[in-house]
């Protein structure tokens, strides 16, 4: 029994390691095409400095900071600017193959996410086959009630354009959409249709792709 535990720690040890070394390695190797903001020598500083238990901020092609905040397992996450983050994650997919997911957001002041996905040598996949089903606007908002007064209506009506921020997780393997277009509207209609707002979609990596499976109100 107790073996039998031994052993089982000691693969799971090896394959956080492993998921720990390909985040990093991939990291450091992403394209100059896809990291504008950031060299190599910066991708490498970051790890070099959290390795060290230093702040691992470094200055930027633009001749501003960025700095790396998470580095765990599988999971990276940089605060490219005071407007702009980067997140990425390492999946595996049900045969073990792994690939790579990237989060790009901006806010200004309205947070917008892109999403995408690529090989861990950085071949780009289709963002489609991995995330088949983006959260509607329908799923962010709850139905007004019959009699909803003329200003609520209209005000709900202003949330006409989806906004959202998506994060990966760093514990796990969700991805949460967080809806911002009230971000983008007037505030005082924002404020009129906050009760009628659902914040959060969050879907799960289901062996494949991304799915479905869970919101929080």
């Known amino acids: 029994m107790n073996r ?12 956080q390691m492993t998921f720990a070394q390909q985040v990093r390695e991939s990291f ?11 060299t190599k020598v910066n991708r490498e500083d970051f790890i070099d400095f959290l390795d060290s238990n230093m702040k691992a901020e470094v200055n930027n092609r633009l001749g501003g900071k960025s700095e790396m905040t998470k580095l765990s397992g599988d999971f990276l996450e940089v605060k490219m600017s005071e407007q702009s983050t980067f997140q990425m994650k390492v999946l595996t997919k049900a045969d073990g193959t792994q690939l790579i997911c990237t989060v790009s957001t901006v806010c200004a002041p309205a947070c917008d996410s892109h999403i995408n996905f690529y090989t861990t040598d950085w071949q780009p996949l289709q963002t489609n086959d991995y995330l088949p089903s983006m959260p509607a606007i329908g799923q962010f908002l709850k139905p007004l009630p019959e009699d909803a007064a003329y200003t609520l209506r209209n005000a709900y009506r202003q949330a006409d354009i989806l906004l959202m921020k998506a994060d990966l997780s760093s514990d796990d393997t969700s991805l949460t959409f967080t809806f911002s277009t009230p971000d983008y509207m007037d505030a005082e209609a924002a404020k009129l249709i906050e009760p009628y707002i659902i914040p959060t979609v969050t879907l799960h990596w289901r062996e494949t792709a991304f799915q479905h499976s869970s919101r929080s109100n």
Not at 28 to 38: A, E, F, G, K, Q
């Open 4 to 15: 039998t535990f031994f052993i089982i720690l000691v693969l799971l040890t090896a394959c």
């Open 28 to 38: 450091v190797n992403m394209p100059d095409s896809l990291s504008t903001l950031l």
